[in-house]
Every structure is written in C-alpha cells, then in structure tokens.
C-alpha cells in the first residue's frame, strides 16, 4: 500500500539489495573517494552513469589454442628425438612454422588493442 509520502515522490519506486561485509566497505570507500556521504544518490548515479566494461576475450581463444598445438607439437618431437636420439629438419620446419602461428595471433591480438 503506498503512503501519502512515497506517492508524493518523484522516485516512488524502491529496489533493495543484499551485500556482504567486504562488498559493504568497498562501496563506501568509493563513496569516500566521491566525497560524499549519500549513499542513496551515490548507489544511483553508479548504477544509471557509471562504466560498464565488457571484455571480450574471445580473441585469446586463437592464441590458446595455438600454444597448445605447439606446446603439444614440441612434446611429439621431444619424445621422438628421446627414444631415437634423432632430429629432422621437418622438426625444426613444425616448430618454425608454430612459432609463425602464435606470432601471427600475437599481432592480429595487439592490432586489435590499438
């Protein structure tokens, strides 16, 4: 049932939320570091103005797997070079040519951060 006072209010609507001890302290350093001491208004100029960062790390999918090809590539050729006491140039060609891979996902990874 709403009152004479909540219905008199440009803001009559009311959201409530639950935080821990830790949560509890960080929002009011940051109200701290706001100068000042309204928490309400604070809470509500955070939650309608502040940043809103999303990463996408889906980028870094490429570069994982990758490394793990020529993580797992390198371990192939360990093995084989342990048991026959042997390396080939197509060893060393594989290795180049994971490297050049993870180079390239690297580069396209630090154009996109430009």
Do not use: C
Not at 18 to 41: C, F, G
Not at 103 to 108: D, E, H, M, T, V
Request: proline share 0%; glycine share 2%.
């Amino acid at each position: 049932m709403k009152t004479e006072k909540t219905e008199n209010r440009s803001r009559n609507i009311q959201l409530k939320f639950h935080v821990d001890e830790h949560e509890r302290k960080v929002i009011y350093r940051r109200m701290e570091l706001a100068k000042t001491n309204k928490k309400e208004a604070f809470l509500r100029k955070q939650a309608m103005d502040g940043a809103i960062i999303n990463i996408d790390y889906s980028h870094l999918n490429e570069l994982f797997n990758d490394v793990g090809k020529a993580t797992s590539n390198i371990n192939q050729i360990a093995k084989r070079v342990n048991s026959t006491g042997r390396i080939y140039l197509e060893d060393f060609e594989e290795i180049k040519l994971n490297q050049n891979q993870i180079i390239s996902a690297l580069r396209a990874m630090d154009s996109k951060l430009l």
